[in-house]
């Protein structure tokens, strides 16, 4: 299973909005909305911030939003702040012929 | 709350096997699914496995296919990841997280801290 599609690397000035891409097939991020987004900080474990496309888990911040369009989802941060600077990764399930998830290869979002 | 706690750190050499823990606690173990992901140095996520503690169902990744095992023991709310035959590349840090009971596809909003295992000859 291949991994999914995502920049390397983004960046924002403090107070802007950014979006990271998250490019799949039709055969996982274009057939199921199941695409979910994590936040990872240096040594530190993945934190969910956005589940099923769209949902925000119980406290993560409104700034956080995602979206899907085709085989793309999208995670958007807006009002960048200091703190939001880490890895992202999407996710995605891939299929039931494989009963596999895919991440894609993670995004650094460096904040200026 | 929610925690899941991780085995130590392991050094093995190659070929060997390891085998990492996952304790649960703070909910109903046999209620949810484990899944396992690993990160080698530097690299991404990769998503190595899934076991139901529900009703011990099984998926892993087609790749470690053979190589990988997932188990759970519902009597201390423990599951279990183990890996045979190791090579250089499967250093990483290996992560187990809370999931569905039922089937793959869902979200990890509950993570352990993650165990690191070195090969190393």
């Known amino acids: 299973q291949s991994a999914l599609t995502q920049p390397a690397s983004v960046s924002g000035s403090p107070g802007q909005s950014i979006t990271i891409s998250c490019t799949g097939t039709s055969s996982d991020v274009g057939s199921y909305n199941l695409v979910s987004w994590y936040q990872q900080h240096p040594g530190k474990a993945p934190k969910l911030m956005i589940y099923e496309v769209s949902k925000r888990p119980s406290g993560v911040s409104n700034r956080f939003s995602g979206s899907k369009s085709g085989n793309t989802a999208s995670l958007t941060i807006s009002g960048l702040q200091a703190e939001d600077e880490a890895d992202y990764y999407c996710?995605?399930?891939?299929?039931?012929?494989?009963?596999?998830?895919?991440f894609g290869g993670g995004t650094k979002l460096t904040v200026l | 709350q929610v925690q899941l706690v991780q085995s130590g750190a392991e050094v093995k050499k190659p070929g060997a096997s390891v085998k990492v823990s996952c304790k649960a606690s703070?909910?109903?173990?046999?209620?949810?699914?484990i899944s396992w992901v690993r990160q080698a140095p530097g690299q991404g996520l990769e998503w190595m496995g899934w076991?139901?503690?529900?009703?011990?169902?099984?998926n892993y990744a087609q790749k470690l296919q053979g190589r990988v095992t997932m188990t759970t023991d519902t009597s201390t709310s423990t599951a279990y990841m183990e890996l045979r035959s190791l090579r250089s590349d499967d250093t990483a840090v290996y992560y187990c997280?809370?999931?569905?009971?039922?089937?793959?596809?869902?979200?990890?909003?509950?993570w352990g801290q993650g165990t690191l295992v070195t090969v190393s000859s």
């Open positions: 076991i139901s503690a529900y009703n011990g169902n099984t």
């Open positions: 703070g909910y109903t173990f046999t209620s949810y699914g």
């Open positions: 997280a809370r999931d569905n009971p039922y089937q793959v596809g869902s979200n990890y909003a509950y």
């Open positions: 996710c995605s399930y891939a299929g039931s012929s494989t009963f596999e998830m895919v």
